[in-house]
């Protein structure tokens, strides 16, 4: 694909992968940094990216020095809302929103279920976060995930999103399509798929060590012309903020016609392949998660029905559309 030019956002400068020794020894050039800047950091020269006032996480989540930021970021919140997607139901709750929803990493007992995520994830660190490009493209590397943002630009979008365990939502996501990115990355011709890889980090995440059964770490991927449909979108953002670390900060995948899990939460690795790939749960339980995954109420799962799903704002049971109601745009890739 021909390279595009994107206007930066905020800054003027070239987008380069992260130079071998700079990422090595990030930890302690941020912690020179911060002694040099301590002083104009005290002056109010550089706003923090978050306000403990009205953060939308639990007591206990991401308010503090462990967030990912980067000199510039909180003037790209809240963005400019795409008016293109639009929705047929109430927006949810920001409440519901950050303290519903699966993180298996962090699940580390018998008695915690999906409502209680939010209170375990105060330790994930997600400053400084490089993701690593791969496989056949002709830009691959380490980059950092500040350069994409101001490379790619924020928009706010509003979709539906359903689990495949038949509840949903009405999401408001900040982020750029997965396309734009694409693009900038140039694959090579014979790209058919993207594998992505979530964070796996055993000390901060103790769901991993408890969850032995699992095949660690967490993937996901798209066919190619999935990945490039206007609606697959890459996420940084949630209800005008930074996103949560519960909700898969500080970057993840928004595929809305998809079931859930294939929307990968905090992505360390996206790959470019020619051939389809493992996932996580079409590996570890192939009955009942296959690859596509896509919203269909005429395909129960083995162990429930998918022909209705309940809204989490007010408990309404509605009838689940096929490709989650986003048919128009989508329905052409599987014909």
């Not at 976060?129 to 979008?157: N, P, Y």
Request: net charge negative; charged share 25%.
């Amino acid at each position: 694909m021909a390279k595009i030019i994107i206007p930066k956002p905020w800054e003027d400068r070239e987008l380069r992968a992260v130079d071998e020794h700079v990422y090595l020894n990030r930890r302690e050039i941020l912690r020179d940094l911060a002694v040099t800047t301590a002083g104009l950091m005290a002056g109010g020269m550089f706003a923090s990216c978050t306000d403990d006032s009205d953060q939308v996480d639990g007591p206990t989540s991401s308010i503090g020095d462990r967030n990912f930021t980067f000199p510039g970021m909180d003037s790209l919140y809240p963005a400019d809302r795409n008016s293109n997607y639009d929705l047929d139901r109430p927006m949810s709750d920001p409440y519901d929103v950050t303290h519903y929803n699966n993180f298996y990493e962090f699940i580390h007992s018998n008695d915690e279920d999906i409502k209680s995520i939010y209170k375990y994830v105060s330790v994930f660190d997600t400053r400084d976060w490089i993701v690593q490009v791969a496989g056949l493209a002709k830009r691959t590397g380490t980059f950092h995930l500040g350069d994409l943002i101001a490379e790619m630009g924020l928009e706010e979008r509003l979709y539906r999103h359903r689990c495949v365990e038949a509840w949903a939502m009405a999401v408001p996501w900040t982020g750029f399509p997965f396309s734009r990115l694409i693009q900038f990355l140039e694959p090579e011709d014979t790209v058919t798929h993207l594998r992505m890889q979530t964070m796996e980090n055993r000390e901060q995440m103790q769901g991993i060590d408890y969850q032995t059964w699992w095949p660690w770490p967490y993937v996901e991927a798209l066919r190619i012309e999935e990945a490039m449909n206007e609606l697959a979108f890459i996420a940084t953002g949630l209800f005008g903020k930074p996103l949560s670390k519960q909700n898969g900060a500080p970057v993840r995948l928004v595929v809305p016609w998809k079931y859930g899990f294939k929307s990968i939460k905090s992505i360390v690795k996206i790959e470019f392949l020619d051939h389809q790939p493992e996932t996580f749960w079409n590996k570890a339980v192939p009955a009942e998660y296959g690859f596509l995954a896509n919203v269909d109420p005429s395909v129960p799962h083995p162990r429930w029905s998918q022909e209705t799903e309940i809204m989490i704002i007010d408990g309404e049971r509605r009838a689940t559309q096929k490709y989650n109601g986003y048919g128009a745009l989508v329905a052409h890739l599987y014909e």
